[in-house]
């Protein structure tokens, strides 16, 4: 008894090591300057299979969907992809218009800001400048289970968003009352009350709020962004 009582301990102890997932991320890049510019720096995972692939292939998806002009993103996007259309999109205007010395501009770099046992962080910052009297600059949080690739959504983050909603609001205040005191937060959020970003993510400080430009206010006011300490959000969560 007490054999068979170990061989099933060696037993479990194999399988739970062979479930172990690893996951790690190195540099990839694309670039070309033959039309437009276009630099692409993003990171590729590695390790256990199904869930590097995962998330991998929501990173291609992401990237190829930042120069996608639809407001319906494409479930196959690639990066390759998107670099081919951006540039015979940029030939095109030039053919249009020959006079014009505009050149078009695509570039991201990415990064990981955070990596427990739950939860990756990947922080992507991308530029796109196709004329006008400015680029447009992104900054993009995606949050992937660590167990199973699987891209997580807000809802999937927090679990209490009203009670979330009242203590971020509290850090939203406090980071821009130094702006401007004529303005209220309807102001910000052209005449709404507040909400949250479309970007939260996770760092070693705590979970990080991110307001790019345009969500909030006008261009002028740029980024917003501050950190909510796990201390104080951690009630509010569904993961650490």
Known sequence: MKKISAFLLICLLINACSKDVKISFYEAHISQTKNANIDINYLKAEGTKDVAKRINTAVEQFIGNETNLSDTPDKNATIAQAVTNFDNDYIAFKNQFEDTNQIWEFTVDSEISYQSAEVICMTLSSYTDTGGAHGNGQISFLNFNSQTGDLLKQKD????????????????????????????????????????????????????????????????????????????????????
């Open 157 to 240: 983050i927090i679990k209490d968003v009203d009670g979330f909603k009242t203590l971020a609001e509290t850090y939203f205040k406090n980071e821009t009352k130094s702006r401007s005191d004529d303005e209220s937060i309807e102001d910000y959020f052209f005449g709404k009350g507040f909400q949250l970003p479309a970007n939260i993510g996770f760092s070693d400080e705590g979970l990080v709020l991110l307001y790019n430009t345009y969500e909030i206010a006008s261009y002028a006011q740029g980024v917003t962004e501050f950190t909510i300490p796990y201390s104080e959000a951690k009630p509010f969560l569904k993961v650490n």
